[in-house]
């Protein structure tokens, strides 16, 4: 898990689970993502899930639901570019 802040950063929660490192490090700088939100890191109840991440277009952006084992966590992207800056970031998480 990795600590996030700077410029595009908002929001109380600075820290973000291992599966959403890259996509958080692309959205970062993309220059059409104006800001970025992390939410809480949440436990699942399975041990060990696939590595899986939903978007959702939301009026600001985009809303990310990002899982990674045992943990899940929703990010928001902001931008007005939601299917260019969407592109990147699902390029961003499949490169693995």
Do not use: C, W
Request: charged content about 25%; proline content about 2%.
């Amino acid at each position: 898990m990795g600590k996030h802040a700077g410029a595009k950063f908002n929001g109380r929660h600075t820290t973000a689970i291992e599966a959403a490192e890259d996509v958080i490090k692309t959205a970062n700088k993309h220059k059409e993502a104006t800001k970025i939100i992390l939410g809480p890191i949440e436990q699942t109840r399975q041990g060990s899930g696939a590595r899986r991440m939903k978007v959702k277009d939301v009026p600001a952006g985009l809303e990310l639901t990002i899982r990674g084992g045992s943990r899940v966590q929703t990010i928001y992207v902001y931008t007005q570019n939601q299917h260019g800056v969407a592109s990147a970031l699902d390029e961003a998480f499949n490169k693995r």
